[in-house]
């Protein structure tokens, strides 16, 4: 006869032949960390997001508290991790929108909207 759950009692993680006592918190982490994997997602960490993107860890963090890239926290520690499609993604329309934004102000340019020519990657153009 199986035991009814003990709502007090910590979640249990059994693997290599010890028993790992989690809260809550953790093993929902653990567990969200699990499907990812199991679903083919890579997941990475604000360190590795930082990389694929050329910037620093605390710009992933800040672009994750303001909802750019989906992410979840591991645990009390506050670590986060997201699926490495996601951050990729984040790229993809961040070089959208700079090759749009590059387009339009070449259309600006051609049209005579500038005084003074843009500026391109540190260096003014000389008008012509």
Known sequence: MEKP???D???LIQ????????TEEEFNAALQAANGLSSGARLVTTGEA?????VSSKTIARL?????????RTSDSGHR??????????????EQR????????????EMGAYDV????????????
């Open 81 to 94: 991790l997201m699926k490495a499609e996601d951050v990729l993604a984040y790229k993809r329309g961040r």
């Open 98 to 109: 700079s090759h749009i934004l590059e387009s339009a102000r070449d259309l600006a340019a």
């Open 64 to 72: 994750v508290d303001a909802g750019r890239i989906p992410a979840f």
């Open 5 to 7: 759950v003990d709502p």
């Open 15 to 22: 693997g290599y032949g010890k028993t790992y006592r989690l």
């Open 50 to 54: 930082a990389q694929l993107l050329g």
């Open 117 to 128: 020519a843009p500026v391109r990657s540190g260096k003014r153009k000389d008008p012509a």
């Open 9 to 11: 009692m910590p979640f």
